[in-house]
């Protein structure tokens, strides 16, 4: 089957790393996405990963895979209150159209 | 810039009506989604499209059907609307590439549907 979860909430003070983590069930997914929701705004995409790759560095962003796990987690460096927002990781099988996102993990920065 | 809206962003009906939600998308993208959002259930998906006339069933479609008659534009419409259908939909749309850059999906803004 194909769950994805992942921790409903989690709270950092402004300046600190946050890290959200994200476990899925499905081995044959090829492809793993971060989406960030805003407040009252649809899901943008903020990074992604291939299946075959332990890690991606995109700025203050780093993305770690534990494939063996089915782990995968986000890091935000120097978390901002711009960062307050709900993020989802989603995984998608290679060849497919769909993509299966998890529960959303609700981030808050405290200033 | 790219651009997926809804048609509204708030709608509230009675039980036993029925509903339809608009989606369009100015990217002339193949695939087309329809999610609802609920707290700590996170995004399910109730049907998709990737071609015109084309539907599939996602993981939650009982309730709902689709209908997908010009690429640019996807229907969900609620049949006979319950209180149990009241929550957020999420329209989204995506390129058919094999590409993963080019599988981002698009999402618009929402509509907040109640069922009183």
């Known amino acids: 089957g194909e769950d994805v979860e992942q921790s409903l909430f989690l709270s950092v003070r402004e300046g600190d790393s946050s890290v959200i983590n994200c476990t899925y069930t499905?081995?044959?997914?090829?492809?793993l996405y971060w989406y960030k929701q805003e407040p009252g705004a649809g899901l943008q995409l903020l990074t992604y990963i291939f299946s075959n790759m332990d890690m991606k560095q995109d700025q203050r962003l780093t993305v770690l895979l534990n494939k063996k796990d089915k782990h995968l987690s986000l890091r935000i460096a120097d978390t901002q209150t711009g960062d307050s927002a709900i993020y989802f990781c989603a995984e998608r099988k290679g060849g497919y159209q769909k993509v299966t996102f998890g529960t959303g993990t609700k981030l808050q920065v405290i200033p | 810039d790219v651009k997926v809206t809804q048609s509204s962003r708030y709608l509230v009906k009675r039980t036993g009506e029925k509903v339809f939600l608009e989606c369009v998308q100015d990217m002339d993208h193949e695939n087309m989604f329809w999610y609802r959002q609920d707290p700590g259930l996170g995004l399910r998906l109730i049907y998709f499209s990737y071609d015109v006339k084309m539907k599939e069933k996602g993981d939650i479609p009982e309730g709902y059907s689709v209908s997908r008659e010009k690429k640019e534009r996807f229907s969900l419409i609620l049949e006979s609307a319950s209180t149990n259908q009241t929550s957020m939909y999420l329209c989204a749309s995506s390129p058919r590439t094999g590409r993963v850059g080019d599988n981002e999906q698009f999402f618009g803004p929402g509509t907040r549907l109640t069922v009183l």
């Open positions: 499905d081995s044959s997914s090829t492809y």
